[in-house]
């Protein structure tokens, strides 16, 4: 290409190709310019920390969106003073403040610092996990930690690949499973040939306290959601084996095909774990690939005492970890983990550019080779990689000892003051329960989405909420372990405050 021919056609538009013109790109100059942004960005951040006293401003999504759709990008802003400014008022602000105690609403767990540097790096080298000439020791970086978290699963030969989020790792597995299914069971392979005719009498299993990606699954995988069959669950909202086993005869009597179980270690309503070796064993009698959905469970690899809560993921085929759940990473980082590393051939697919067919992968790998929907990847493994050098795999683990520790005094808590009607305790950290004003309350569903939509627009604090059985329920998650009973009883206090108001209310 001719340089000379760029720079007089940059010149006719009026604009001197000087350093100054490129200073904003990444490059051997602008090592300067790179420091001082990222430091000014920085401070705002410090800012936010030392500013925001309450977990949200409260801000109506009316009043924030007149702001933002005032923005003109026609007309730069002249620094990054002003630039910071302006993220300020629209965003960092009014952003939801994960780390107060009074943020006890959904997964969202406050972050590690370790993690936090490592994000400076891997934005700003910007490798792709791809392949190893796109990412070099990031390829090896992020084998190693699939091959920890394998082996801290109980996996021998297992392998897998981070991913952005238990969704994504939801869909791989079963995609797996359905592949697996037709490719062992009725030799037919879906990858080159699409649905076998009789993919439509596919079922998959999953609890009725199983997360919604599920579901989504399989309008993806084109099975829609017939394919799935909601298993009753027991007192506390796991899976019953009893029930499973009814469900997979039903299918079986109607003419429909078993091919997967989606267990959940760790439910998104109740934190609690299904019972994992009980479905493992009927799994293994139908001949089902069992995935054990750990998006949230995750965090119980690490601890020493409560590690036994999840014997039994060892006999799944795959596991979902989400590490921005309960590994205190910030988003996204989550993996995808099958116990037989063989299986993930199945979703090979060779481009002449990128990945070819003769290429030796032993001697010059390709993640690209292990992930279905992702090619451009992110380096997330890195913050992991801080982490648990940093920190420790043993300090992690003490967190999530210290969160169950803190759900447990607060469902005792909650069960010893008479306002308030505790459903249901958890194996981790999420605890649903509501305000009564007495035993006799009739209106309780009215009066705690009172308290709930009250909180929130004051910021002082942010709970969740749910629906069983057609009533409503708010819900804590506990996952900072830095919010002590004490917090949690003065959340409580200020809830039983606004239940009072609304019967005066009413
Ligand atoms: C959060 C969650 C998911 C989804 O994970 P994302 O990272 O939000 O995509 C899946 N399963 C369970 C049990 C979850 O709690």
């Not at 006719?12 to 000087?18: F, L, R, Y």
């Not at 649905?195 to 009498?201: Q, T």
């Not at 992930?371 to 043993?394: C, E, H, N, P």
């Amino acid at each position: 290409m001719n340089t000379t021919l760029i720079r007089t056609e940059v010149s006719a538009i009026g604009v001197q190709p000087d350093q100054d013109f490129y200073k904003d790109i990444f490059h051997q100059n602008s090592g300067t310019e790179y420091a001082q942004a990222v430091k000014l960005a920085q401070e705002r951040v410090s800012d936010f920390l030392k500013n925001n006293k309450k977990p949200f401003s409260g801000i109506k999504p009316a009043e924030i969106k007149a702001k933002i759709d005032k923005v003109d990008f026609e007309i730069p802003l002249p620094d990054y003073e002003s630039l910071l400014d302006e993220v300020d008022e629209l965003y960092v602000n009014h952003a939801t403040a994960f780390h107060l105690p009074e943020y006890i609403a959904h997964l969202n767990c406050p972050v590690v610092i370790p993690a936090l540097a490592a994000e400076v790096i891997i934005s700003a080298i910007n490798s792709s996990q791809d392949t190893y000439d796109q990412s070099a020791g990031g390829t090896f970086i992020e084998r190693k930690l699939i091959d920890w978290t394998s082996e801290e699963v109980g996996f021998k030969h297992g392998d897998g690949v981070f991913t952005a989020g238990g969704s994504q790792s939801n869909l791989m597995g079963l995609l797996l499973a359905r592949d697996y299914y037709a490719l062992k069971y009725q030799k037919w392979n879906i990858k080159l040939d699409g649905l076998p005719s009789d993919a439509s009498k596919f079922r998959i299993f999953v609890s009725d306290k199983a997360h919604f990606s599920n579901h989504k699954t399989t309008w993806v995988l084109g099975l829609g959601e017939q394919a799935i069959i909601n298993v009753g669950v027991d007192q506390r909202y796991r899976m019953d084996p009893e029930k499973l086993e009814k469900a997979i005869a039903d299918e079986i009597e109607k003419g429909n095909i078993p091919i997967a179980i989606t267990a959940t270690a760790g439910t998104t309503d109740f934190g609690n774990i299904d019972p994992l070796k009980a479905i493992a064993n009927i799994a293994a009698k139908h001949k089902l690939w069992l995935h054990v959905d750990a998006a949230y469970g995750c965090g119980l690899l690490l601890t020493e005492k409560q590690r036994h809560l999840l014997n039994g993921i060892e006999l799944a085929d795959s596991v979902t970890i989400d590490y921005h759940k309960s590994f205190f990473q910030p988003v996204s980082s989550s993996a995808f983990i099958v116990k037989n590393k063989l299986h993930l051939n199945m979703i090979k697919h060779h481009a002449d550019y990128l990945n070819p067919k003769e290429q030796n992968y032993d001697a010059l790998p390709a993640q690209v080779n292990k992930s279905v929907i992702q090619t451009t990847r992110r380096f997330d493994a890195l913050k992991l990689w801080f982490t648990l050098r940093y920190m420790g795999k043993k300090k992690l683990g003490q967190f999530t000892d210290t969160l169950i520790e803190t759900t447990q005094q607060t469902a005792a808590y909650l069960e010893s003051d008479p306002n308030f009607q505790l459903l249901c305790h958890s194996d981790i950290g999420v605890l649903l329960f509501r305000y009564l004003d007495g035993p006799l309350e009739s209106n309780s569903c009215e009066v705690n989405k009172y308290i709930k939509e009250k909180l929130f627009f004051s910021g002082e604090v942010l709970v969740a909420s749910t629906k069983v059985n057609g009533e409503f329920y708010l819900k804590f998650t506990i996952l900072n372990p830095l919010t002590t009973l004490n917090d949690i009883k003065n959340i409580l206090n200020l809830i039983k405050q606004n239940g009072n108001e609304y019967h005066r209310l009413n």
